[in-house]
């Protein structure tokens, strides 16, 4: 029996026994469509800004010693692992100009971290390092700068809620850190204990859930924003606004990189708390799918 006969002789006629609305949705959706489209893979990375620790006269915090750069090297190692087709960076688009010069030289031998400055930022410590191992292009800037504080809610209706919150959550930062700090930990262990999933929920929970408590309140400054815009009536949901205003434009560049590389496996290099906002966003996107950074790092 030919195909084309089995086709007409089992597969016709069994549509006449097909409800309307379920023979719609199998055409819409497809039945058995062997040609899916295969997702872009992205990991979102949390990181603490090595700047903000780096330290000249401390070797545990010192980025440019050999303690730290063995520990650069083992992490660098262990990214490698994902075979990122694409890295991107938290700077912005508009100096990604700069980016691919500086990647140049520094892919080309002609120019070393410590010459730059700033040059301990896990842009360049790991993101370039990366990038150069891996003999990929030049890092893809996605950030979104807004100057937002976690403690720009200075008071208002239940505003304790918040501040318990958000001492909690520094406590755990200062724990964290701390232990790097006195060499307890290693830069790969920080950031595993970063990038644990109830870690990720702890800050997301903070800067996008807990705020909405504080109402009839103020901001600690009206710096680069317009006053009389803010409801201060809900004066924490103008908080959790604010983030994921700058979130969401974030999510925006990443998608527009992606379509303009074609990206197939991106590693986002970011602060930990965008991470939460930025899973959520693109878990919702069914072109991608979320490879969990704490899994990713645990490889070996």
């Known amino acids: 029996m030919s195909h084309e006969t089995m086709i007409r002789q089992y597969f016709i006629p069994m549509v006449n026994f097909i409800p309307n609305n379920l023979l719609l949705a ?29 330290q000249t006269e401390n070797e545990n915090q010192n980025f440019y010693g050999s303690k730290r750069q063995e520990d650069l090297k083992e992490f660098i190692q262990v990214l490698k692992t994902f075979y990122p087709t694409d890295i991107y960076i938290e700077r912005e688009p508009k100096i990604q100009h700069q980016i691919d010069s500086i990647y140049l030289l520094f892919k080309n031998d002609q120019l070393k971290l410590e010459d730059l400055k700033r040059g301990t930022s896990e842009v360049f410590q790991v993101g370039f390092r990366l990038a150069k191992t891996m ?50 930990a290693s830069l790969l262990e920080t950031l595993v204990s970063m990038n644990l999933p109830e870690n990720i929920k702890r800050s997301h929970t903070l800067l996008f859930n807990v705020p909405a408590y504080v109402t ?5 400054s009206y710096d680069n924003l317009e006053e009389e815009n803010i409801d201060k009536q809900y004066i924490g949901a103008e908080f959790i606004a604010l983030f994921y205003r700058r979130n969401l434009k974030i999510y925006s560049n990443i998608l527009t990189a992606q379509q303009k590389q074609n990206s197939k496996r991106i590693l986002c290099i970011i ?9 959520e966003l693109l878990r919702n996107n069914e072109a991608f799918q979320i490879i969990e950074p704490h899994t990713l ?3 070996k």
Do not use: W
């Not at 009839?216 to 600690?220: N, P, R, T, V």
């Not at 602060?271 to 930025?278: D, E, K, N, R, W």
């Open 135 to 184: 003999n990929l292009g030049s890092p893809t800037c996605i950030d979104y700068h807004e100057s937002i504080s976690q403690s720009l809610i200075k008071s208002g209706n239940h505003f304790e809620i918040y501040r318990n919150s958000l001492k909690a959550f520094q406590n755990l930062g200062r724990k964290v850190l701390g232990e790097f700090i006195r060499g307890e």
């Open 271 to 279: 602060g930990q708390t965008h991470v939460g906002v930025l899973q």
């Open 297 to 299: 790092l645990n490889r």
């Open 216 to 220: 009839d309140g103020e901001f600690a």
């Open 26 to 54: 199998l055409l819409f959706f497809g039945v058995g469509n062997a040609q899916s489209t295969s997702k872009v893979e992205i990991a979102v990375l949390g990181t603490f800004h090595f700047t903000q620790v780096h």
